[in-house]
Every structure is written in C-alpha cells, then in structure tokens.
T-cell receptor, first 113, second 115 residues
Framework: GDSVTQMEGPVTLSEEAFLTINCTYTATGYPSLFWYVQYPGEGLQLLLKATKADDKGSNKGFEATYRKETTSFHLEKGSVQVSDSAVYFCALRPSGGYQKVTFGTGTKLQVIP | EAGVTQFPSHSVIEKGQTVTLRCDPISGHDNLYWYRRVMGKEIKFLLHFVKESKQDESGMPNNRFLAERTGGTYSTLKVQPAELEDSGVYFC?????????????FGQGTRLTVV
C-alpha cells in the first residue's frame, strides 16, 4: 500500500538557518504530494502541494519539488524564523481526486532565536 | 467562510466511558474524513463519508468506534467503551466533490485522553 517516510525529529535550528526535512514515498501511479503544518494549538494547514512530476510547490518561503525518479518531496526553506516552529507532515493522495490522504509521522521543528 | 469545526477541543475520560466527537465540515462539502494521530506516530485514516454514506471505513480500528453523518451535514465519532490506546488527536477534514484533486481542509482536532 501507499506509505510516506519522513525524517524523525525533533529538529532544532537557530533563526535564519537553512531547513531541509526529507520525505520519500511509495505509491503506484502519480499521486499528489503535500506538506501540511500544525502550529501549536492549531489545526492542520496545507502548506504546499505538487500534483505532477517536477512540479515545485511553494508558500511562505518553503519549497518542495516532486521528484518522481527518487520518489521524494523534500521540504526546504532558506532562512527559518521562530514563527516557523511547528510540526510538519508530508503526505500523499493517490490520483483520482477523492482518495484518502496518507501521512508521514510528522517532524517537529523548533527554531530558537 | 467558516472552516472545519471540531468539538470538543479536548476531552479527558476514564477507561470504559463513552465519548462522542463532533465535526462540522465546510458548508457544501460532500466529502468528510476522520483521521487519528496517536502520540508521536503518523496521522492515520479512519473513514470517509460521501454525503451520508460511508465510502471507505477501512481504517476504523474496531467495533468500539461508530461514525455517523445523518443528513450529510455534521458527523459524529463515538468511542464506546473507551480504552487507553484510544488516546490521541482526532482530526476531521472535508472537501468538495465537483473538482478533481481538490484540497481537503482540516479542523483543529480533538485531543482525547483516556485515563
């Protein structure tokens, strides 16, 4: 079945450091790929998405590129801020529109001043 | 426009008691999903409603869990009787039906603690 593997946390970075959170997936066909974020005390929010190979999703300075050849969707940000502290979830949804989303275990990011 | 709303935000109950979680999807969204995150693990799918019908309930852990969506609007997830391993955060999400690859919007979750 479908699965998502992401790097375990927690990840602690200093403000303005470079961030990479690795994510790889297993799925048949061409799933859509997502990064969700959960800030403290809030619900899950869609951070960015990519629906086909070589697409780059971006939002709030975060980027991730859909790499079919390596089945990866790594999340990156050039300069993190304290306000980026949250739990980040990589996820996929099979092609077909209405299918369920499969999530990774989540990576907790803490950014210190 | 109101987002997905879940109630309560937190619930602490004793083992053996019953708890009912509620989810109000975004108005007009036919698809409603329940997910659960047990401490430190991945967010796992529980079930999917299309309007009032259960489209996929393959993720429901056992028969102590009962989900309903009468009238195709809000949904409830009842756990009876609750066990310690049911503790976690329960998320609800909704999405539209009339577009391919449409985003699912999530609620803030209900944190359930069984003691």
């Amino acid at each position: 079945g479908d699965s998502v593997t992401q790097m375990e946390g927690p990840v602690t970075l200093s403000e303005e450091a470079f961030l990479t959170i690795n994510c790889t997936y297993t799925a048949t066909g061409y799933p859509s790929l997502f990064w969700y974020v959960q800030y403290p005390g809030e619900g899950l929010q869609l951070l960015l998405k990519a629906t086909k190979a070589d697409d780059k999703g971006s939002n709030k300075g975060f980027e991730a590129t859909y790499r079919k050849e390596t089945t990866s969707f790594h999340l990156e940000k050039g300069s993190v801020q304290v306000s980026d502290s949250a739990v980040y979830f990589c996820a996929l949804r099979p092609s077909g529109g209405y299918q369920k989303v499969t999530f990774g275990t989540g990576t907790k990011l803490q950014v210190i001043p | 426009e109101a987002g997905v709303t879940q109630f309560p935000s937190h619930s602490v109950i004793e083992k053996g008691q019953t708890v009912t979680l509620r989810c109000d999807p975004i108005s007009g969204h036919d698809n409603l999903y329940w997910y659960r995150r047990v401490m430190g693990k991945e967010i796992k799918f529980l079930l999917h409603f299309v309007k009032e019908s259960k489209q996929d309930e393959s993720g429901m852990p056992n028969n102590r869990f009962l989900a309903e969506r009468t009238g195709g609007t809000y949904s409830t997830l009842k756990v009876q009787p609750a066990e310690l391993e049911d503790s976690g955060v329960y998320f609800c999400a909704s999405s539209q039906t009339n577009r391919q690859n449409t985003e699912a919007f999530f609620g803030q979750g209900t944190r359930l603690t069984v003691v």
